[in-house]
């Protein structure tokens, strides 16, 4: 247990902030750090099914990604607890990533436009554009193929690329 835990503490201290990053991307806005922690936690827990076919840093992520996909159920399972309750929920603003982040307006509609994709693309956008992943380190983290990964991944770009043009049009017309 001792070398486990000295090995996740320095694998924390190397990929931290690519799975802080990963996470703020993949659920947007929220207490990101207490999920960066869920994930180191589970890579603790899990540590015996650690297989060393993979990289930690895939692995990681893989784990991120599941962490990513948990916190999406439960704020649905929220806002749908909310609506059924009857309660007035709105969602905060004051914590939107932007806000945290202080992005410029380039970035702001980036980030608008990978939150839009369907979870497919914006799984393969965040690892491979953003987070810079090779093909296989992202097939592994999603469990793909090589080829579903450069198939997706370039499927995404151009749904990103049609989106820009959207938007620019709907720009040109609000001018006009």
């Given at each position: 247990?001792?070398?486990?835990?000295?090995?996740?503490?320095?694998?924390f201290y190397t990929y931290n902030k690519d799975i802080y990053h990963f996470l703020l991307y993949y659920v947007g806005s929220g207490d990101i750090e207490d999920l960066v922690q869920d994930v180191f936690i589970r890579a603790i827990k899990g540590f015996?099914?650690?297989?060393?076919?993979?990289?930690?840093?895939?692995?990681?992520?893989?784990?991120?990604?599941?962490?990513?996909?948990?916190?999406?159920?439960?704020?649905?399972?929220?806002?749908?607890?909310?609506?059924?309750?009857?309660?007035?929920?709105?969602?905060?603003?004051?914590?939107?990533?932007?806000?945290?982040?202080?992005?410029?307006?380039?970035?702001?509609?980036?980030?608008?436009?990978?939150?839009?994709?369907?979870?497919?693309?914006?799984?393969?956008?965040?690892?491979?554009?953003?987070?810079?992943?090779?093909?296989?380190?992202?097939?592994?983290?999603?469990?793909?193929?090589?080829?579903?990964?450069?198939?997706?991944?370039?499927?995404?770009?151009?749904?990103?690329?049609?989106?820009?043009?959207?938007?620019?049009?709907?720009?040109?017309?609000?001018?006009?």
């Amino acid at each position: 247990m001792m070398n486990t835990n000295k090995e996740i503490t320095e694998w924390f201290y190397t990929y931290n902030k690519d799975i802080y990053h990963f996470l703020l991307y993949y659920v947007g806005s929220g207490d990101i750090e207490d999920l960066v922690q869920d994930v180191f936690i589970r890579a603790i827990k899990g540590f015996d099914s650690f297989q060393s076919k993979s990289t930690p840093k895939t692995w990681l992520f893989s784990i991120a990604r599941n962490v990513g996909i948990d916190e999406v159920r439960k704020r649905k399972r929220s806002r749908i607890k909310h609506f059924i309750g009857g309660g007035d929920y709105e969602p905060k603003d004051d914590t939107t990533p932007e806000k945290v982040l202080q992005l410029n307006e380039n970035n702001k509609n980036l980030y608008r436009e990978i939150q839009a994709l369907k979870s497919n693309y914006r799984d393969v956008v965040i690892l491979r554009a953003i987070k810079e992943l090779s093909v296989s380190e992202t097939a592994a983290v999603l469990s793909w193929s090589e080829s579903k990964v450069s198939t997706t991944y370039h499927r995404a770009l151009k749904a990103l690329g049609k989106k820009k043009e959207v938007t620019q049009y709907e720009s040109i017309q609000r001018l006009d």
